[in-house]
């Protein structure tokens, strides 16, 4: 079956449909990751977005229950160079396609992934339409044109869980190294849902927290009631400033809870200190980015997935930057020790890697109970 995607701009790639029939209409990105193709699927970031896998050839590892990072998938569409009709991994339940069809994902092969990466990177993230329905060229762009931007729409009302629940799964992968947290006892996190991911989950709890997940809608009282230790602001989609209600529920919430930020939740989190955000032209999405720790001079590979950054020059007086992009120079974490703040742009959970940042949620724990992350151990006090 023929398929087509066509960006707003007038472009047209033309190819060959290997998801379910239909036609969706996203904001066109692409990801630099060479595995975890199903991660990326199902990532609630990637919610109302077309994704453009740069790696020329997708689906050989085949589809299973074990690497979702939500109940299902959630991009609006798949492209790809070549897909595998085979998969060839023991872990396999079902091959790229078969997993796509049933969950109703259009995705389009054939394609010059990298010709279209080239021109994102060039003319910027795009308004795109990808249809195995219609075939008429100007009627495609002209639907591209006319879809909503992704800033217009809130996506995480489509991610949120709509009730608290407590998570209880660690983490399934046994080759993954020992987190190394300070401390066993168990303490309370509320984990703010903005389209949190299960490995965020997982690690939380390996982490020794009792994580209540609670929806984005979910007050500063109502977190509070719940007496944590601890609040996190997950990942999600869309345009952060958009999100006036939980900006304002955090404010609330900082220097009265030690709280953790990742990618959505360090924008929020920056937004309700007062500072300003603003789109890059074609985002960060890959797991492949260098970013330095500024403190030690370190430098670690990470997993990305924004369109976002926060504007340092924007942060009150009192925010520390505490990591930098080394590819452009944004903004990749800032924390405030007075309140008790740490929040990071990138992805430390990074399922399925790589795992350079996983001693962030060891520093989250020792924020918490007031240690030192690397020599605390005995000072958090009995189990």
């Known amino acids: 079956m023929e398929a087509i995607l066509a960006l707003e701009d007038g472009r047209v790639f033309r190819g060959r449909s290997f998801g379910a029939p239909g036609e969706q209409t996203g904001e066109v990105v692409f990801q630099t990751a060479m595995v975890g193709y199903q991660e990326v699927l199902t990532d609630p970031s ?56 049933e969950h109703a994902i259009p995705a389009i092969a054939e394609v010059d992934t990298r010709a279209l990466t080239r021109h994102i990177r060039s003319r910027g993230a795009m308004k795109a339409v990808l249809s195995t329905l219609d075939h008429d060229a100007e009627s495609l762009v ?33 080759w993954d190294s020992d987190l190394g947290v300070v401390g066993r006892r168990r303490l309370r996190c509320v984990a703010y849902d903005f389209g949190i991911k299960h490995n965020i989950l997982r690690l939380l709890r390996d982490s020794h927290f009792d994580v209540i997940v609670v929806p984005a809608s979910t007050t500063a009282g109502e977190a509070l009631a719940a007496e944590p230790h601890a609040v996190f602001l997950s990942n999600g989609p869309g345009d ?46 890959g797991a492949n980015h260098p970013v330095l720790d500024v403190a ?10 924004h369109g976002y950054a926060v504007d340092p020059e924007s942060l009150p007086q009192g925010a520390r930057l505490t990591h930098v992009n080394l590819n452009d120079q944004t903004l990749e974490g800032f924390s405030m020790a007075e309140e ?10 990074s399922s399925p890697g790589p795992h350079d940042s996983h001693g962030l949620f060891r520093e989250f724990r020792a924020l918490v109970t007031g240690t030192d992350a690397a020599n605390g151990r005995a000072l958090e006090g009995p189990s």
């Open 46 to 101: 990637y919610r109302g977005q077309i994704v453009v896998m740069t790696c020329p050839e997708i689906g050989n590892c085949g589809t299973n229950a074990l690497d979702q990072e939500s109940a299902r998938p959630q991009v609006a569409g798949f492209v790809v160079r070549e897909f595998s009709v085979w998969s060839s991994s023991w872990r396999a339940r079902q091959t790229l396609p078969q997993y796509l069809r």
């Open 296 to 305: 030690t001079g370190r430098v670690a590979v990470t997993s990305q997935n």
């Open 142 to 174: 002209r639907k591209a044109r006319e879809a909503p931007a992704i800033e217009a729409v809130d996506w995480v009302a489509e991610v949120t869980c709509g009730e608290r629940f407590g998570w209880q799964h660690s983490r399934v992968a046994p």
């Open 340 to 349: 008790r703040l740490m929040a990071v742009q990138y992805h430390p959970e």
């Open 240 to 285: 952060p400033a958009m999100l006036r209600e939980p900006i304002r529920e955090v404010r609330a919430l900082i220097g009265r809870v030690p709280i953790f930020g990742i990618c959505l939740g360090h924008q929020i989190a920056a937004l309700a200190l007062g500072a300003k955000t603003f789109k890059l032209k074609f985002g960060h999405r």
